[in-house]
């Protein structure tokens, strides 16, 4: 089931619950390339607020979206990457799966890995997923922009109105997406305080 063929499609794919984890809204994302150049990318939200909403579940949608995506449109061989080790051990066989919650997704990827002619699967560094990383932070962004109840509800991870102010002032265009921590380290970054 893991062949790898020089002619495949390259897929990276990213999850991420904002503004907190578990329990945020869980956003995926993927970039697929022919060699270096991107020939489409997604995003979406799968899950607000639920307990059972993290980290792992948004990446593990990421990828199954990303394989659905792939086989609706013909391909036959991906070499897919992500930066979630749990995901991609999980996958190639190296952890268990234990989160219930987890379980129908992990089926789910594997069921659909396999009806590749090739396919492969490895970790890269957060770093070297960027792309994936910008959708499923996007599609966060721009879901939580539509929903002010839904920034209220999570105001106390939220940047505040006073940090968002102190990064304007230092030249960035802040946006109310960012987490109070992402502030902070914004902020003292820039030499702000």
């Known amino acids: 089931m893991f062949l790898y063929d020089v002619n495949c499609l390259k897929i990276f794919f990213d999850g991420a619950c904002e503004p907190v984890n578990p329990g945020g809204v869980g956003a995926y994302g993927f970039a697929v390339f022919d060699g ?3 020939v489409y990318g997604e995003g979406g939200v799968v899950c607000v607020g639920e307990r059972w909403c993290t ?8 990828l199954v979206r990303a394989l659905e995506w792939a086989l609706s449109n ?19 066989g ?4 234990r989160a219930p919650h987890l379980k129908p997704l992990y089926e789910r990827a594997l069921e659909l890995a396999g009806r590749f002619k090739g396919f492969s699967i490895s970790w890269v560094p957060r770093g070297e997923n960027s792309r994936a990383d910008y959708y499923s932070k996007r599609a966060y962004c721009d879901y939580l922009k539509a929903r002010p109840e839904l920034r209220e509800r999570y105001s ?10 102190a990064l304007r002032r230092l030249g960035v265009d802040a946006d109310v997406c960012l987490t109070r ?13």
């Open 55 to 62: 980290n792992n579940y948004a990446e593990y949608s990421a």
């Open 36 to 38: 270096e150049r991107e």
């Open 181 to 193: 921590a992402e502030a902070s380290r914004l902020i003292r970054r820039l030499g702000g305080g």
């Open 94 to 97: 190296e952890y268990a799966v």
């Open 156 to 165: 106390r991870w939220l940047a505040t109105g006073r940090q968002l102010a």
């Open 74 to 92: 013909g391909v036959e061989c991906v070499a897919v990457y992500g930066d979630s080790q749990l995901v991609v051990r999980q996958v190639l």
